[in-house]
């Protein structure tokens, strides 16, 4: 018997209803909020959507990918290049859309390699990408960046509010479907989902995609925060490796805990790059070392090793 049949993934009741008082919270926050609240809880929802995008598919498949720089800037450039031309909305559905089909054609060629040769790649896939973007602009259109039609900020929040609905929608259902349960088969022991039936290249495939989707829908929605982006900005590796850390920080096996890392590890940066403007990368970087070195279990492993060693305390007394 599986862990689907005997109700080990059942959602748990409260959860809808909290999850429904956080998004209406959400939608009424422009309305009582000055601006620049506004803008920091959008920067908070773009780093949370990339974040559990990344942990979707490398979380339980334990394929680690850096590709997430390449698929944002995607679509921060199709923002740029279909901004004039389009709607706010369908420019943000087309760098997904984008975004997803790059992703569907890298995995077909990509997601048969493991370990640290599928990192490697990724990792230079988002570096091709860029020198790419940048060589075209400079050969083929003789400039270099590119300006961005710009949007106000209260549809952006909206914008992005939505996203991080649907992100985070996607992911609880699918972390307790049997497409979820496969992913963690595959993450276990590839060879045993293979023999169980799994069609593991396919479940690998559409899962990168759809997390690539996430991702360039919120550059496209990023990119209306800037007046202008050039390869270097669009496809900083820093896009890459941030959603590793802030999933790590929070607790990797967790979507709460993937929401409560990048939601803390982003306000961090703001806050001591406004405090220490010369310094804060480097307390930054101190902190995650920390982090990863004594909370391998990130936030949420502490507050579950909190829990049971109270429980024990508790049984120990009575």
């Not at 409260?14 to 609240?37: E, H, N, Q, Y």
């Not at 995650?288 to 007394?317: A, C, H, Q, Y």
Request: charged share 10%; hydrophobic share 55%.
């Amino acid at each position: 018997m599986n862990s689907l049949s005997t109700g080990k993934y059942l959602p748990n009741p409260r959860i809808p209803v909290l999850f429904s008082a956080a998004v209406l919270a959400a939608a009424l926050l422009p309305l009582i909020m000055d601006p620049f609240t506004t803008i920091s809880a959008t920067n908070v929802f773009i780093y949370i959507v990339i974040t559990l995008s990344w942990a979707l598919f490398s979380g339980p498949t334990q394929y680690i990918s850096i590709a997430t720089a390449a698929f944002f800037g995607i679509g921060i450039y199709t923002s740029a290049l279909a901004g004039e031309l389009m709607p706010f909305p369908l420019v943000v559905c087309l760098g997904g859309v984008v975004s997803f089909v790059l992703a569907l054609l890298v995995g077909l060629s990509t997601l048969r390699l493991k370990g640290m040769y599928f990192t490697i790649f990724t990792f230079g896939l988002s570096e091709l990408i860029r020198h790419f973007v940048l060589w075209w602009e400079v050969v083929m259109t003789g400039t270099v960046g590119r300006w961005v039609v710009s949007v106000d900020p209260i549809p952006v929040y909206y914008t992005m509010l939505v996203i991080l609905v649907v992100t985070i929608s996607f992911c609880f259902f699918i972390g307790r479907s049997r497409y979820g349960l496969a992913l963690r088969s595959i993450g276990q022991s590839e060879e045993a989902a293979d023999h169980m039936g799994i069609n593991i290249t396919a479940v690998k495939i559409n899962v990168f995609a759809i997390t690539a989707f996430f991702a360039g829908a919120t550059g496209s929605t990023m990119a209306t925060r800037w007046t202008y982006i050039d390869p270097s900005i669009a496809f900083n590796p820093l896009f890459s490796f941030m959603p590793v850390l802030m999933a790590i920080f929070g607790g990797i096996g967790s979507i709460t805990g993937q929401i409560i890392g990048a939601a803390v590890l982003t306000l961090l940066a703001d806050l001591l790059l406004t405090e220490f403007p010369y310094y804060y990368m480097l307390i930054y970087g101190i902190i995650l070392v920390v982090v990863i070195l004594f909370l391998p279990g990130g936030i949420v492993g502490l507050w579950d090793s909190m829990k049971k060693r109270r429980r024990t305390e508790t049984n120990e007394n009575t």
